[in-house]
């Protein structure tokens, strides 16, 4: 390295001829990729569990967000390396297929591949190694399918829904109103589920949070909440038998489509483009007043003169509706979007019972509530919480649970959690693995081990020696023929976790499984990274 001076006596710095980038390839590589993804696991293997520690992320703005959500972590990381970032797409299709598990299927793939680079020091081939975890893969989904029992609940009784909603916010923030938070997920899901398919949307599930009150005041509303205001403070608070033409043109004069100005030279001219624009307003709203609306909803903004003019006419509105919000008001009420005001019938209006505005503590926070609708087939659950940190952790506890109860009524069908379905197949995994005769032996059996790692993180989480912890309850599964026996990681003296009612169901388990094995056969099999246009 060399430093020169220009004619300025600016500095410079000449470097000599860097040596050839030095690549790896084959085992090396595997060996670099798996260290990679276990940084990854062992980052996220503390948060695992009902006791599992929380992670504060900074932002390169500033702003901070405190959760223990596997996918919300992974997504705000910053990860360079590509095959750390294919544990963060893990976790994302863990979450958009199942909703819940993120922690544990990035945990589990990261103890997959730490005793799979033990094979390769045994000098066994990374295709054996991933024909052998596929074998134990479907063993595991094969033993979870026995073992699963069939959860029995009706509209009427709705209480084993709750339990394995409340394991599921049961690490969450909201663990201090537990069966509360709980209760409203459920209702929620069966007020929109179609119970004959078996289907849930729940995109017609709005979450909505306020700051201010305590988590206990989160409510489940039978309509819409939409975060607005009447477009005028003089305006009525409160519509009654709501008539809601859900608008998406603006009350404003039609604009040139042209650059072209016009240039007003007379008050003549003047007072002449007022009239027409007054005249344009007022055709704008009779049109609406003449369809029998009493409420407008609109997508856009209007002046303060179409305001006034709307007030004079006793005909409240709502401005800068967003377009999700409006999509779910018309599917509650029945309503279409109306593009045009020429399109305004009687026949595209919403229909609920009351529209109302309602306010909040002393900053007078105000907010539009929607109840009655004609098709109730959209609801809101109105979070509250002491600050926006804790209600946004609230949300994404919601979505777990509402995700879980999803699932099971899909299919009713659960195991137990505390790390007892993975103890019962490592246990069924390792038996099996006697009557294989090829190298695929070894990678079958690492499998079985593999899997120990869930309980040992959730014993190791909850203050227990996770060693001990985890060879008594192997050992108790194996003489008393119980596969609920699991980690008492809140310290109930209980191990069998049908008594603690620690569900789990079995879709969200058996997709666990496929998505770790499908990721570590992936990483498995690339032995070389080469970057876009690098030859």
């Not at 007003?264 to 704008?284: C, N, R, W």
């Not at 197949?425 to 990678?443: F, G, K, P, T």
Request: hydrophobic share 40%; aromatic share 4%; glycine share 6%.
């Amino acid at each position: 390295m060399n430093l020169v001076y220009d004619d300025m006596g600016r500095p410079f710095i000449i470097m000599r001829e860097q040596a050839a980038k030095q690549r790896i390839t084959g085992i090396d590589a595997l060996k670099s990729h798996i260290m990679a993804a276990m940084s990854v696991a062992n980052t996220m293997k503390t948060s695992l569990g009902p006791r599992g520690m929380d992670k504060i992320m900074v932002s390169p703005d500033g702003e901070i967000t405190i959760t223990n959500d596997g996918a919300t972590i992974l997504e705000q990381m910053h990860v360079e390396n590509h095959i750390a970032k294919l544990m963060v797409e893990l976790s994302k299709s863990q979450d958009n297929e199942i909703g819940d598990g993120t922690t544990g299927v990035v945990v589990l793939a990261g103890a997959l591949l730490e005793k799979a680079e033990a094979l390769l020091d045994k000098g066994i081939h990374p295709l054996k190694i991933s024909a052998g975890y596929d074998a134990a893969c479907n063993m595991a989904i094969a033993h979870m399918s026995k073992i699963a029992e069939n959860m029995e609940w009706s509209p009427s009784n709705i209480e084993p829904l709750v339990k394995s909603a409340m394991t599921s916010l049961g690490s969450k923030i909201v663990n201090r109103h537990l069966r509360h938070i709980a209760e409203i997920c459920v209702k929620s899901v069966l007020a929109v589920a179609d119970l004959e398919r078996k289907d849930v949307n729940l995109d017609l599930i709005k979450v909505e949070g306020k700051v201010g009150s305590s988590m206990e005041d989160t409510q489940l509303v039978s309509g819409i909440v939409l975060d607005k205001e009447m477009s005028h403070p003089q305006m009525p608070k409160e519509v009654k038998d709501a008539k809601i033409c859900i608008l998406t043109a603006a009350f404003e004069p039609p604009k040139p489509k042209t650059k072209h100005s016009a240039n007003i030279t007379s008050v003549e001219s003047y007072t002449k483009l007022q009239e027409m624009e007054q005249k344009y307003f007022t055709e704008m709203v009779n049109l609406v007043k003449d369809s029998g609306a009493n409420l407008v909803l609109c997508q856009w903004g209007f002046d303060d003169e179409a305001n006034h003019l709307l007030l004079q006419n006793k005909l409240p509105a709502v401005r800068w509706v967003g377009g999700v919000e409006m999509e779910l008001i018309a599917i509650a009420t029945g309503g279409r979007i109306i593009p045009r005001f020429s399109e305004i019938t009687p026949e595209k209006l919403g229909k609920a019972a009351t529209v109302r505005e309602i306010s909040f503590g002393t900053t007078k926070d105000r907010m539009l509530v929607i109840e009655g609708c004609e098709n109730s087939k959209a609801v809101t659950i109105f979070v509250r919480g002491g600050n926006k940190m804790v209600i946004e952790e609230a949300k994404r506890s919601i979505h777990d649970a509402l995700c879980v109860t999803r699932n099971l009524l899909r299919d009713s069908k659960i195991i137990y959690g505390g790390g007892s379905v993975e103890i019962a197949c490592s246990l069924e995994i390792s038996r099996q693995a006697d009557n294989i005769s090829s190298v695929e032996q070894y990678a079958v059996r690492a499998f079985a081990d593999a899997l120990d790692a869930i309980p040992v993180a959730l014993a190791e989480n909850s203050g227990l020696p996770p060693i001990e912890s985890l060879a008594e309850v192997k050992s108790r599964q194996l003489k008393e023929n119980n596969p609920r026996l699991g980690i008492d990681c809140n310290h109930k003296n209980e191990n069998d976790m049908k008594n603690q009612s620690v569900y789990d169901s079995l879709i969200h388990k058996q997709q666990q499984f496929l998505l770790a094995t499908q990721v570590v056969k992936m990483i498995l099999k690339i032995d070389d990274v080469i970057t876009s246009g690098e030859f």
